[in-house]
């Protein structure tokens, strides 16, 4: 299975996970501000199977297929090497699958708006939504489907934030496989779960917004026995689009983290 992927830099490699239907280009978006101030890593972005422009086989049916995919891109791509791994939302769920299964190889792991403890959406604990940053000029030219995405998920609602919604997410949005999406999510939760196993002991970021409708945060509270460094920060004035809604704290807690993991 071959994985379209895109790379900036050179150095320490960072792995970069997308979320759900989305493409690499919600993480670069968000990252490439981060590592453009920051020398010294390789940062890679790929798309998942049937996400953005990599194909998924008939017989991808299930997150455990897209662990496996993940698995096989980086055994191809850095072998042994050590690398940092950043997730967010499904990325983030599949992400702490791969540092389950590489704890000795993964330097650090990241995680934005992950899905937390509770898979299965029915059961999660999920805050209102709601708009604190209102502005109903903040749509103005964009197309009906991209502007609706948008006020459906944003908690800041400004003309930046539209924009970068636009290019980081409705762009991978529009041209998933959607045969191939529907068919894993007939199997979505991994057969053996993230956390399974000795504790991760690396540093390690939680981010999560407290307006985020889609995964919340109180469910991430059970994820931190097995992340003993990890900090976990709830942000307020965030949704799901954390990155966006909040992109100068994002920044700065994306910075602490990697000193964190220079450091050791």
Do not use: K
Request: with cysteine; charged share 20%; proline share 8%.
């Amino acid at each position: 299975m071959r994985l379209n992927s895109v790379e900036f830099g050179s150095g320490v490699p960072v792995v970069a996970v997308h979320g759900w239907t989305a493409d690499h280009r919600l993480m670069s978006g968000c990252l490439e501000p981060v590592f453009g101030e920051r020398p010294g890593y390789r940062r890679v972005y790929l798309d998942l199977p049937g996400m953005g422009r990599s194909p998924a086989p008939p017989t991808l049916d299930s997150s455990d297929g897209q662990v496996a995919a993940v698995h096989e891109f980086i055994g191809e791509v850095l072998g042994d090497e050590p690398f940092l791994l950043v997730g967010e939302s499904y990325g983030g769920y599949l992400s702490r699958a791969v540092t389950r299964d590489r704890r000795d190889q993964v330097l650090g792991l990241a995680l934005i708006c992950p899905i937390g403890a509770e898979v299965q959406p029915s059961r999660r604990s999920l805050p209102a939504r709601e708009v604190l940053r209102p502005d109903p000029a903040a749509v103005t030219g964009l197309d009906p489907a991209t502007a609706a995405a948008f006020l459906e998920m944003a908690v800041v609602q400004s003309p930046a934030a539209a924009a970068r919604f636009r290019d980081e997410i409705m762009v991978g949005l529009e041209i998933g496989d959607q045969e191939a999406i529907a068919r894993v999510e007939q199997r979505w939760a991994l057969s053996v779960p993230p956390e399974t196993g000795e504790p991760f002991r690396r540093p390690t970021l939680i981010l999560t917004g407290r307006q985020d409708h889609v995964v919340g945060w109180a469910d991430h509270v059970g994820l931190l026995p097995h992340y003993p460094r990890a900090t976990f920060a709830v942000l307020d004035v965030a949704g799901h689009n954390l990155q966006i809604d909040q992109p100068v704290l994002f920044e700065a807690l994306m910075h602490e983290w990697l000193d964190r993991v220079r450091r050791g």
